[in-house]
């Protein structure tokens, strides 16, 4: 039976902050902020191997959704996961680090539990583990139960392959069911972590407020949105023709809430990456083209989400 939860969270408000958006005031002036988000689900994607009932489907370099046999392993698809992990996540982290760049990482847990290297060099370079759950997959159609069971097991992945043994404050799914804000909450809750922000939501430039699911009267929930059109599995989904094209997309977005920053209202935008993806030789240069762009001015502030979240909530707290 699934357990009764308030939905007072996903409660919509189509104003938001209507015509006059406040100034997020960014840390020395900034005009805008800027947040990379490495989506790290290498090993974490479905996978008969790992007790999955098919290998994966999606964001592969076969451009379709591919029909995959029940039970029956795919080691084509595996092996381009494997390059993620193996080769290209190291190209991007070297990019980053020239560039004195922290990112947010939505690790799958798996993932890091079959690469801990990873997890050891996020937490040691100033980077921030977001949680993408136990494993990249759907997760609507399950019961609470089972959810659940991958939530706890993602919280024990974070504490035990991070040297600091850190819980992630921050949740995206990416494939959420409509029970997981609150089921993440109810387990941070018993187990004592802060949950301080919810990232599956595309609602605004600037991060704003929903009641903490299961939370006491008058506590928040900081939802920090996410601007999916800056993603490049825009390739993968033919919606961006070119390397160009991606990076152009994402420039043009910069320039907008930087222009909109320059005016007195600042906001931010995120650029989500898959190593996987962008960290072919082919398409890799179009992330260095946007990294040496960003980086050519003196008035951009790059953060990871818990950096902007923290900043939202000393800035602008959340009223009763």
Known sequence: MATQFDDAWMKRDLFGYGP???????????????????????????????????????????????????????????SQFDY???????????LFKKHDIPITFYAVGRAF?????VAKY???????????????KPYTGMSDAEE???IRKAVNA???????????????????????????????????HELLYWADTYADDLPYYTTMPGG??????????????????????????SDDAFAQHCIDAFTTIREEGLEGKSAYITVALHSRWIGRPGRFQALKRMVEHFSSFDDVWFATREQIARHWVETYPPKA
């Open 148 to 150: 659940e069971e991958y």
């Open 216 to 241: 006491k009267e008058g506590e928040s929930l900081v939802m920090m949105p996410y601007s999916l059109d800056c993603n490049d599995f825009k390739f993968w989904q033919g919606q961006m023709g």
């Open 158 to 192: 974070y504490k035990t392959t991070s040297p600091s043994g850190k819980v992630p404050v921050g949740w995206f799914y990416g494939r959420p069911s409509e029970r997981s804000a609150p089921l993440v909450a109810k387990v941070y809750k018993e187990l004592g």
């Open 20 to 78: 006059d958006r406040p100034d997020a005031k960014w840390p020395k002036g900034a005009k805008i902020a800027v947040n990379f988000v490495l989506n790290h689900e290498e090993g974490g994607e479905r996978s008969v191997e790992d007790g999955d009932e098919h290998a994966e489907t999606v964001l592969h370099e076969f451009g379709q959704v591919l029909s995959a046999e029940p039970g029956k392993r795919d080691p084509a698809t595996e």
């Open 84 to 94: 993620g992990s193996r080769a290209a996540i190291w190209r991007i982290m070297r």
């Open 122 to 136: 996020a937490d040691e370079n100033g980077h921030e583990v977001a949680a993408h759950c136990y494993k990249w």
């Open 113 to 117: 539990e079959r690469n801990p290297a």
